[in-house]
Antibody, heavy 117, light 113 residues
Framework: QVQLVESGGGLVKPGGSLRLSCAASGFTFSDYYMTWIRQAPGKGLEWVSYINSGSTIYYTDSVKGRFTISRDNAKNSLYLQMDSLRAEDTAVYYC???????????WGQGTLVTVSS | DIVMTQSPDSLAVSLGETATINCKSSQSVLYTSNNKNYLAWFQQKPGQPPKLLIYWASTRESGVPDRFSGSGSGTDFTLTISSLQAGDVAVYYCQQYYSIPWTFGQGTKVEIK
């Protein structure tokens, strides 16, 4: 069955870095676009970044220049390198997948990132 | 950016009754070349990730009960939950995937009256 398992979250000081990973299984990873969304504590959902199988990449404005999305199809893995972290980046980060041009259809359980001094 | 606005922010419905959630986009999410509305509905229960219920505004995801239905086109959309069950208590979000940045509504909390 489809599984998406995020890891790499934790507590980091403002200005610090973290690298999130998302391990995928149960489907042909290269056939799907992958995406990250986040949810600040007690808040709604916010889309963060997208990468398709051809490595077309998009970011929400608030993370441009600080976050880098990448994928390794050979390892069935998605990554999010997060630099220059700010308090407002504190959230649960979910990875998701979808078919080209389709809605994001499946999400992992999420990993918590806390940015605090 | 396309702004998604849901109404109401919360609602309490009796078991077995119907819950109706509205979602309005600041611009059309209808792609005229294929006549598809790039609008999805998600359900999120506490401590869980979002679960896709509806895509293309009205297509139910596999395994989703037919008590959940989506309707609307262009800028105005509705999620209807008929015969509300206790397990439907959750926050519901609409999302447009028509253009980057993808955007979500603020969420509607559904509770039992």
């Amino acid at each position: 069955q489809v599984q998406l398992v995020e890891s790499g979250g934790g507590l980091v000081k403002p200005g610090g870095s973290l690298r999130l990973s998302c391990a995928a299984s149960g489907f042909t990873f290269s056939d799907y676009y992958m995406t990250w969304i986040r949810q600040a504590p007690g808040k709604g959902l916010e889309w963060v970044s997208y990468i398709n199988s051809g490595s077309t990449i998009y970011y929400t404005d608030s993370v441009k220049g600080r976050f880098t999305i990448s994928r390794d199809n050979a390892k069935n893995s998605l990554y999010l390198q997060m630099d220059s972290l700010r308090a407002e980046d504190t959230a649960v980060y979910y990875c998701g997948r979808g078919i080209p041009s389709g809605a994001p259809e499946y999400w992992g359980q999420g990993t918590l990132v806390t940015v605090s001094s | 950016d396309i702004v998604m606005t849901q109404s109401p922010d919360s609602l309490a419905v009796s078991l077995g009754e119907t819950a109706t959630i509205n979602c309005k986009s600041s611009q059309s999410v209808l792609y005229t070349s294929n006549n598809k509305n790039y609008l999805a509905w998600f359900q999120q229960k506490p401590g869980q990730p979002p679960k896709l219920l509806i895509y293309w505004a009205s297509t139910r995801e596999s395994g989703v009960p037919d008590r959940f239905s989506g309707s609307g086109s262009g800028t105005d959309f509705t999620l209807t939950i008929s015969s509300l069950q206790a397990g439907d208590v959750a926050v519901y979000y609409c999302q447009q995937y028509y253009s980057i940045p993808w955007t979500f509504g603020q969420g509607t909390k559904v509770e039992i009256k």
